[in-house]
């Protein structure tokens, strides 16, 4: 009976320690060695593709970087608030030694998905090759020397860079580990929540959690980032739950959504619909063209039907809720003066057909832009209408080959696009991409001797204040030479299914895929 | 019995005949309604309203309104001009320009028969969709050029068909004879071969306007066919893609114009080809 006793007690312990030993830490973090199901997440984007300049997640390539810093696979050592305030995060400080020197620390605890310590080093070899490859980084920087030692990393300036701490959160500047190279396919090592583990450019990525990932483990283990370019597609993904989110859902599809199987994540973003005018074009050359169009174009119609409300009409360049957005006077909707300021200039329908004519010529707009944005055929088509009420014949042109075109100054009038004017949460970035001789997307040669001064004193004004008022006359005297017409801001929304937590839209875009990311089945 | 099965045949002569007036008399419709688009629509088909926008179907306008507020009725109507005179004007010209070249291949031979058949094997090695596609894409956007692009590809067929006609009437007496007669080469091909081979072409062609009716729509609806503010049937398709699921008038819409309209071709070419019974033409020949 003594004997078996023991065998009994051995049977009840072995029963104790089984169900525990589930319970060991590597085994529970590896859903594979505990046999548990891993925790997968499928996401749907539109804008991951060759036709957006995301090709992969190489920060250093294009605009990829929006692919790595979105996809949590790289970080930047600082970051905007969901007030769009720039607050530490790769980096715990910065001290302004002078106005050319900037002294940056940076966290103890960060390592790349490479197994690489995050040190000064890394930075400044990481920023090195960002500056060698990357023009509009090179431009926005303007690094002159950089300085390595432990955690602290020192950058001197060629110019007084007010913005440097937002230019260093734009998605360029992800940190990642050069030392580990960038992959043919374009992937990287950074120090993000996910590691980008294969990549086929306009399909799909794969990402896998960090485990050592210095804000917590992420509770993800894969994640899809499927490439789906069609709004139809992208609905039909998510209704058939191929997808668990769907990011760039067409606003047609929103009310498919607005039920409790899933939930929106929305937000106002610097995003505008703008109209660019080429100065190279006689047509656009005339100020009466230029206001006619500016005045004739129905932008609340256009926010309120076409986007089904989810914008906003643009004053300016910026959100009016930026401290830098508001004060400015754009021209207002009127048709009739539109009408009228092109009788006084010339521009008369003397043969009865609808258009009007000066020196024989009839005014005929050729009309830029392009369909990945999918509000832009319908502000295209919108506009054709109400330019065709006061004499103004448009052609469209809608394209993805829109570069081809913008490079021939000859082949078009007006080009209509969409960009985010403040990424880096300073109003610095869209003078100095857009509208300055030196620009590199100042498409239409706009110049105003009066704006370069300002964009000077703006380059060197660290004051936020002064910043700011510097802002308001600069979009002023765009929009009083009618060289830029705002027609809208962007309410951005993700939409995830039911039990998907943690995927929240940013007023800059960037941030998508997080270490909050949670997901249960639904 | 005999006089039984006669008058069977007799009752299925005429229920063909009524048929064939019958579908005749639908395309001829459709035609008319075509040609006179512009005095059949209710609103302007271009003119924008946005607070109308997406209005369903109903009310003031029987067919609802797309998202710019236009009446999609207005707009159907007048997308029938666009879409059925490119897809007969498309149709005319490579029926005329391979039934030429077809005809000059079988009846002269030599270096000009191999050279056009060749370039006829190029095209037809292609698929023809894609390959209109690609000179769609090269030429730009517009009616004109998609019409062109499907051109491209679509004479090869009629070239082929005309030519081996062609050959198969040369070998017949009565070319002999009409030779014999002091016939030239012109007026052999005027008056004895063209209108022996108009049976079968017409049919080809006829079959082939709704072919290419769904082929110009397909380029519209990827964006290769007409442009902003045209209506068209394709394009219009394509603008309510998006609203497929909330707002389906705006797709369904020009989806059944297409759709009744190409069946109606269809099925004129089919009582076309029964009545000119081209099977036993051939077997006659």
Known sequence: MFKYRRGILALILALCILPLSGCGGDASADPEQSGQEPVTFTLGDVSFSAEHDETDVNPHRGYSGWACIRYGVGETLFRYSDTMEIQPWLATGYTLIDPLTWEITLRQDVRFTSGRALDAQAVKECLEHLVEVHDRARGDLMIDTMEAEGQTLTIRTTQPRPALLNYLSDPYGCIIDMAWGISEEGIVSGTGPYQAVSLVTGQELHLVKNKDYWGGEPQVDEITVLTISDGNTLTMALQSGQIDAAYGMPYASYPLFENEGYTFSSTPTSRAFFLCMNFESPLTQDPAVRQAIATAIDKEGFVNTLLEGNGYVASGAFPEEFSFGGGVTPQAYDPQGAREVLEAAGWVDSDGDGIREKDGKNLVIRWLTYPSRQELPLLAESAQAALGEIGIDVEINSTADCSSYLSDPGSWDVYASAMITAPTGDPEYFFASCCLDSSVANHGGYHSDRLEQLAQEMAAAFESGERSRLAVEMQQILLEDNAYVFCSHLRMSMISRAGVTGLTAHPCDFYELTADLRVEEP | ?285
């Not at chain 2, 009524?18 to 395309?27: C, D, G, H, Q, S």
């Not at chain 2, 080809?204 to 007409?226: P, Q, R, V, W």
């Not at chain 2, 603008?239 to 009744?260: E, N, S, Y």
């Not at chain 2, 309209?261 to 089919?270: E, I, Q, R």
């Open chain 2, 1 to 285: 019995m005999r006089g039984k099965m006669d008058k069977i045949l007799q009752k299925r002569k005429t229920v063909k005949e009524i048929y064939f007036i019958a579908i005749l008399a639908l395309a001829i419709l459709v035609l008319l309604g075509a040609a006179f688009a512009q005095y059949l629509c209710p609103y302007d088909p271009n003119a924008q309203d946005l607070a109308l926008a997406l209005q369903p179907p109903g009310g003031e306008h029987l067919l609802g309104t797309d998202r710019y507020g236009r009446d999609m009725l207005s707009r159907i109507i007048v997308g029938a001009k666009v879409s059925v005179f490119s897809a007969l004007t498309l149709v005319a010209a490579v029926c005329a320009v391979g039934t030429a070249l077809g005809v000059l291949c079988g009846f002269c031979g030599g270096w000009l028969d191999e050279a056009v058949m060749r370039l006829c094997d190029m095209c037809l090695a292609f698929p023809g969709l894609v390959l209109a596609l690609a000179v769609a894409a090269l030429l730009g956007g517009g009616i004109e050029n998609a019409a062109i692009a499907l051109g491209v590809v679509s004479w090869p067929k009629y070239a082929r068909l005309a030519r081996g006609q062609t050959m198969t009437l040369k070998q017949e007496d009565f070319i002999a004879a009409a030779r014999l007669a002091g016939d030239s080469a012109g007026q052999l091909i005027r008056r004895h071969i063209l209108p022996n081979l108009a049976g079968p072409v017409l049919v080809m062609a006829a079959l082939d306007i709704g072919t290419m009716m769904m082929e110009l729509a397909g380029l519209s609806f990827l964006g290769l066919g007409a442009l902003p503010p045209t209506a068209e049937w394709g394009s219009m398709m394509s603008d309510g893609r998006t609203l497929f699921q909330t707002k389906p008038w705006v797709m369904l819409g020009p989806g059944a114009a297409i759709f009744l309209t190409v069946a109606v071709f269809n099925l004129l070419a089919d009582a076309l080809r029964d009545r000119l019974d081209i099977r036993s033409m051939g077997n006659e020949m």
